[in-house]
């Protein structure tokens, strides 16, 4: 089954603690987003790689790193600097085109504060 | 940065009825797309509208895009229950490197 995965499902974090979200894709895509999603509101861009070992700050990066070792993996870290991680965060991917095509989407993890 | 804007926030609707939505936006687009989240999942694509397009169907779906008044609409004919759902209008602009912009979506109840 080709797709996205993310996880874990559930993440919780203490304060002045890391974590870290993992995103796997098997959609050969070179693509692949971090987004984060607060309650009624729209999705919010935090970093994109568009190839190996290359990203962008996206609109809200502070908080946040990221790493692209491998093209199929893009994982998301949450560091303590980030003072309401409280969140749904989704990761995407897509083709890489000239213009923006179809996303496809992970099923997200739910990132609580203890 | 966020574009779009959905209007309603929120629809309630019956079985088998038409379920409109709206999204406006306000810089030029390449292409505007409409997606579908269920409760605590991810997003799933349903349909892309170039801005050279005015009107585009898939299956119940029916998306038109006018971009003199820079706004989308998306109608779900004959919708189902399983049509319950929030819709999130997403445009790509060259003013933003074509990275996706969404709005902060309709919530579709549809009630048997």
């Known amino acids: 089954d080709g797709g996205i995965t993310q996880s874990p499902k559930y993440l919780f974090r203490k304060e002045g603690q890391n974590v870290t979200l993992s995103c796997e894709q098997n959609?050969?895509?070179?693509?692949m987003y971090w987004y984060r999603q607060d309650p009624g509101q729209g999705l919010r861009l935090i970093y994109y790689?568009?190839?190996?070992?290359?990203?962008q700050k996206g609109d809200i990066a502070e908080g946040y790193s990221v790493s692209r070792e491998k093209k199929e993996s893009f994982p998301l870290t949450v560091t303590s600097a980030q003072k309401n991680p409280t969140a749904f965060y989704l990761c995407?991917?897509?083709?890489?085109?000239?213009?923006?095509?179809?996303?496809?989407f992970g099923s997200g993890t739910q990132l609580s504060v203890l | 940065s966020q574009q779009g804007e959905e209007d309603p926030q929120a629809l309630s609707i019956q079985e088998g009825e038409n379920a409109t939505m709206n999204c406006s936006y306000k810089?030029?687009?390449?292409?505007l797309q409409w997606y579908r989240q269920n409760s605590g999942r991810g997003l799933v694509h349903l349909i892309l509208?170039?801005?050279?397009?005015r009107e585009k169907h898939s299956g119940r779906l029916r998306v038109t895009l006018d971009t003199s008044k820079k706004s989308s609409s998306l109608l779900i004919t004959a919708s189902r229950a399983a049509d319950t759902a929030s819709y999130f209008c997403?445009?790509?602009?060259?003013?933003?490197?074509?990275?996706?912009?969404f709005g902060a979506g309709t919530t579709v109840t549809v009630r048997a």
């Open positions: 995407a991917s897509s083709m890489l085109t000239a213009t923006n095509e179809k996303l496809f």
């Open positions: 959609l050969n895509h070179d693509a």
């Open positions: 790689s568009q190839i190996v070992n290359d990203f």
């Open positions: 810089t030029s687009i390449n292409n």
């Open positions: 509208i170039r801005s050279n397009e």
């Open positions: 997403a445009t790509a602009a060259r003013s933003n490197d074509y990275k996706l912009s």
